[in-house]
Nanobody, 119 residues
Framework: VQLQASGGGLVQAGGSLRLSCAAS????????MGWFRQVPGKERELVAA???????YYADPVKGRFTISRDNAKNTVYLQMNSMKPEDTAVYYC??????????????WGQGTQVTVSS
């Protein structure tokens, strides 16, 4: 599966952004999808994930502020980011894995999209 992320940009603290990740392939609905982020000098971290059966996972720093969703008809996964904070600044990546486990290794990666939150 090939992934194409978009929607990054510059936003003020307290603002919102929505990231999109379009996937190729006919079996998108069977993939668990995740959004990761990475800042220089730190490991890439899982921010949110949604399994192919619709279960969701959120990392503690984003709970209550970020929402992951998917539209299988459009082969697209979204990350709605609200009440953003400067510490959300990072390069965001979408990723896919087969199976329903949301925190396992991901095998397919899109290119990153930069998100910058100004204070």
């Amino acid at each position: 599966v090939q992934l194409q992320a978009s929607g990054g940009g510059l936003v003020q603290a307290g603002g919102s952004l929505r990231l999109s990740c379009a996937a190729s392939g006919r079996t998108f609905s069977r993939y668990t999808m995740g959004w990761f982020r990475q800042v220089p000098g730190k490991e890439r971290e899982l921010v949110a994930a949604i399994s192919w059966i619709g279960s969701t996972y959120y990392a503690d720093p984003v709970k209550g502020r970020f929402t992951i969703s998917r539209d299988n008809a459009k082969n697209t996964v979204y990350l709605q980011m609200n009440s953003m904070k400067p510490e959300d600044t990072a390069v965001y990546y979408c990723a896919a894995r087969q199976g329903a486990t949301m925190t396992g290794p991901y095998h397919y990666w899109g290119q990153g999209t930069q998100v910058t939150v100004s204070s």
